[in-house]
């Protein structure tokens, strides 16, 4: 469908542009070019995508990829508002080209791109000078006239110069912030300090000893694995034993950007309220088959009782990783609640694990799953009493004392 107004790309107002088809297929093209020589790639051709312009969707509405599959490979379908901010509209077209170099090959499941590294590569090709990706028409004399607004060229320019100055008056995400963000993380300002974060953990990717061709091995063996962190770990094993050296690593990397530091222990007060953030896990949730996904966020309890093993097997594996981390700014008071909770977490999935897995045998009956998984929800809930009743009140100022009058 096309917008109301024709001509390229056009202002709309400060935040967003309009787009129209013919252009909309320019900025395609350009963004993957960028992406395929930020990595190294030469211009390899892609499967093809469908772009459709929907003028009734706000410029506020997720753009989803939907990916179909093919017995000669794939297609990819975004569906996008036709006022949308240019920053979200090259987003989405980063994350088409990621998938297309992800899935060259016919995969049983759904390849799914880390946010941060999405997020990463869009702020880090937008940061390029002289790199036109949007393609703006303004119009003049009642005319469309095309024309490209490119960055001034700088001699050293420094990609890297919006990052220093975000992050140096704001705390930068952990790592393990970044790798499994909440809803929390995504919006405000703090969406913007996750942008940042993210453009920086790529920008340091990339810069390592063949920074791109590791990144284009972590993207192609992404369909291979549960998840990208034992893509991550398989490519950089060499700088990596595991995420608490990333994580080190990370701490390091802000360090010497801003000066932060990443290993500065939390008082009692933050530490509780991270722990209980660290707690929660991100969802979707429909209030009906037809509606749009609703952002939420659920218990550890909830994920174990409602959601697939394959899933919880995952996410709880991240979780225990980031319990290990969060060991490293824990005041003593709460280590043993971060081993509790780690302890707890690492005997269901090993338990569930075994259930999954067994093989029946004559005179050996399958063990049961909902002992299983009370059993660790009724864990769960009691340490959770437990920290709750730890956290200590909010410190509040008193009162001054009312001065004497004077005679």
């Known amino acids: 469908m096309s917008p109301k107004r024709r001509g390229g790309i056009l202002d709309a107002n400060a935040n967003t ?16 070019n960028a992406l395929l020589g930020r990595l190294g790639l030469p211009l390899l051709p892609g499967s093809r995508v469908k772009l459709r312009l929907e003028p009734t969707m706000s410029y506020k509405a997720t753009v989803l990829v939907v990916t179909e599959r093919h017995l000669n490979g794939y297609t990819y379908e975004l569906t996008l508002p036709s006022e949308i901010e240019a920053d979200k509209l090259v987003r989405a077209l980063v994350q088409v080209t990621l998938l297309d170099l992800a899935n060259r090959k016919p995969q049983l499941r759904d390849t799914e791109i880390p946010f941060w590294l999405t997020v990463g590569i869009t702020q880090a090709l937008l940061a390029q000078p002289n790199l036109v990706l949007v393609v703006e028409s303004p119009q003049q004399g009642g005319r469309s006239m095309a024309t490209e607004f490119a960055q001034k060229d700088i001699r050293r320019y420094d990609t890297l110069a919006g990052v220093r100055t975000r992050l140096r008056g704001r705390r930068a995400f952990d790592f393990s912030e970044i790798a499994m963000p909440s809803p929390a993380h995504l919006r405000g300002e703090n969406w913007r300090d996750f942008q940042a974060c993210s ?6 990717l990339l810069a390592v000893p063949v920074g791109g061709v590791r990144l284009q091995n972590m993207i192609r063996q992404l369909p291979d694995n549960l998840n990208w962190q034992t893509s991550f770990l398989k490519v950089y094993g060499d700088f990596f034993a595991d995420m608490l050296v990333v994580e080190k690593w990370w701490a390091v990397t802000i360090v010497q950007l801003t000066g932060q530091n990443q290993y500065q222990n939390w008082t009692l007060l933050e530490a509780v309220e991270k722990f209980e953030n660290l707690l929660k896990l991100p969802a979707e949730v429909r209030l009906n088959a037809a509606d749009s996904p609703l952002e939420a966020e659920v218990t550890l309890q909830q994920a174990i009782r409602g959601w697939d093993f394959a899933v919880q097997k995952q996410t709880l594996q991240q979780k225990i990783n980031q319990l290990l981390i969060a060991r490293l700014k824990m005041p003593q008071q709460l280590l043993p609640f971060v081993n509790e909770y780690s302890r707890i977490l690492q005997n269901y999935v090993a338990t569930r694990q075994r259930i999954e897995s067994f093989k029946p045998r004559r005179g050996r009956g399958r063990p049961r799953l909902a002992p299983v998984v009370e ?11 437990r920290l709750v009743l730890f956290k200590p009140e909010p410190k509040t100022s008193q009162p001054a004392p009312a001065a004497s009058p004077r005679n």
Do not use: C, G, K
């Not at 542009?17 to 993957?32: F, H, K, M, Q, W």
């Not at 453009?199 to 340091?204: E, G, I, T, Y």
């Open 199 to 204: 453009h920086l953990l790529v920008d340091r």
């Open 375 to 385: 059993e660790a929800v009724r864990q769960l809930d009691s340490v959770d009493r």
């Open 17 to 32: 542009i309009l787009i129209a088809p013919d252009y909309a297929v320019v900025t395609a093209e350009r963004v993957r």
